[in-house]
T-cell receptor
Framework: DTEVTQTPKHLVMGMTNKKSLKCEQH?????MYWYKQKAKKPPELMFV???????INESVPSRFSPECPNSSLLNLHLHALQPEDSALYLC??????????????FGPGTRLTVL | GEDVEQSLFLSVREGDSSVINCTYT??????LYWYKQEPGAGLQLLTY?????DMKQDQRLTVLLNKKDKHLSLRIADTQTGDSAIYFC???????????FGKGTHLIIQP
């Protein structure tokens, strides 16, 4: 299985809602990532988890809260979002353990719309 | 920090070769990647190259790396309509680093 899956594919939420994005991989990778991609822009790194610990937090607002319950799962909890947070949210994973196998595999993304 | 630059558009005729160029600034970048993104879809890893390599070929794709000039290129041979997409160049220092992406090159295929 060389796939990163993300659910849901699409999400529409109001500014007062609480929702979660989910990401899963079964490749035995020990690093997982969240990226945000606005329309016609490159992806921007938000968070990196390495061995289930948060290792990089790119100054993301606290209304985004990541969680890594185990090595296969990565969640992104959303609360009190703003319309400008509407974007494609991409999850990725990589091996980490071996320098030779460090390519990042991306999921298909969750397209989030905040009303 | 790292800065990755690429031209925004490339137009080629079907059947010709496409060459997409990219420059990066951090000479310690260990991994250099090419991703493809079709409209409305996530990123698909096309190929990658380690910084100690000059060239990598994978079927229709050829990646050339000039480490001295910090220049990376992706050549797609026999370009087809299905190759129409945005191509992102990305660089990483290795380990659990995130990637730094270029702005993406829109590849437009003319019949």
């Amino acid at each position: 299985d060389t796939e990163v899956t993300q659910t849901p594919k699409h999400l529409v939420m109001g500014m007062t809602n609480k929702k979660s994005l989910k990401c899963e991989q079964h490749m035995g990778h020990r690093a997982m990532y969240w990226y945000k991609q606005k329309a016609k822009k490159p992806p921007e790194l938000m968070f990196v988890y390495s061995y289930e610990k948060l290792s990089i937090n790119e100054s993301v607002p606290s209304r985004f809260s990541p969680e890594c319950p185990n090595s296969s799962l990565l969640n992104l909890h959303l609360h009190a979002l703003q319309p400008e947070d509407s974007a494609l949210y991409l999850c990725a994973s990589s091996q980490v353990a071996s320098v030779l196998e460090d390519e990042q595999f991306f999921g298909p993304g969750t397209r989030l719309t905040v009303l | 920090g790292e800065d990755v630059e690429q031209s925004l558009f490339l137009s080629v005729r079907e059947g010709d070769s496409s060459v997409i160029n990219c420059t990066y600034t951090d000479s310690s970048s260990t991994y250099l990647y090419w991703y493809k993104q079709e409209p409305g879809a996530g990123l698909q890893l096309l190929t990658y190259i380690f910084s100690n390599m000059d060239m990598k070929q994978d079927q229709r794709l050829t990646v050339l790396l000039n480490k001295k000039d910090k220049h990376l290129s992706l050549r797609i041979a026999d370009t087809q309509t299905g190759d129409s997409a945005i191509y992102f160049c990305a660089a990483s220092g290795g380990g659990a680093d995130g990637l730094t992406f270029g702005k993406g090159t829109h590849l437009i295929i003319q019949p």
